[in-house]
């Protein structure tokens, strides 16, 4: 029976499990959504859930899709699960560089962080040139402004807050980020019972028979 505690304790310490569930990371979203994950309707909407950080000085809004630059750009999607352009503007014009969008979303403590992984798809005007986790390069890029290109991350996360970081460069004219697809999981480990557990091998214990002298 000293035996059998000892390994009971044990198991609880080292976290003793036999299985994982997935999990959805709830909080990340496309481009041009509501909370709902519906599309916003209208052009000249700021995002709640993506933001400018560079260049300074700059909300990113919705932009209108009833003239140019959409087309040439691809066309928006609407309704649950859908997404459109935002950009600096509502037309698009911007100043000729780099710029960066950057979402935030959550990893619960619960999560095994070796299991996180969010993928999706992108479309940049000009050029994307890399999608970072916590400031960590991925060294992903876009295609096309008239097409999606996927994207996957599988490394870099933490517990808590984290950041994700869409870097294009404008050559000049309009310039827009486009995400669509996004979604993002993780495991959670399902420990046994370990009561269940150590009840079996006491059980064991007690009615194993005795040994003979």
């Known amino acids: 029976m000293h035996k059998t505690r000892i390994l ?23 481009t041009g959504v509501l909370n709902s994950y519906f599309t916003i309707t209208a052009g000249n909407i700021a995002d709640p859930h993506y933001r400018i950080i560079s260049p300074t000085g700059y909300t990113d809004v919705t932009v209108v899709d009833t003239s140019f630059p959409i087309p040439p750009w691809l066309a928006n999607t609407y309704g649950f699960g859908g997404s459109r352009w935002i950009g600096p503007s509502s037309n698009g014009s911007g100043p000729a560089g780099p710029w960066i ?18 993928t999706g798809d992108w479309a940049t005007d000009d050029p994307g040139t890399d999608i970072r986790i916590n400031g960590l390069s991925t060294g992903q890029t876009s295609g096309s402004y008239t097409s999606l290109t996927p994207f996957s991350v599988n490394s870099g996360f933490v517990f808590g807050t984290n950041t994700l970081d869409f870097y294009l460069t404008n050559a000049g004219g309009p310039t827009g980020l486009r ?7 993780f495991q959670i480990p399902e420990p046994i019972s370990l009561a269940l557990a150590c009840a079996g091998l006491i059980a064991g214990f007690v009615l194993r028979p005795p040994r003979r002298c």
């Open 101 to 118: 969008y950057r979402t935030i979303f959550t990893v619960p403590p619960t999560a095994i962080l070796s299991t996180v992984n969010v």
């Open 8 to 30: 009971c304790a044990v198991l609880i310490l080292a976290g003793y499990s036999n299985a994982a569930r997935a999990a959805p990371i709830t909080n990340i979203y496309n």
């Open 179 to 185: 995400v669509d697809h996004i979604s993002g999981s």
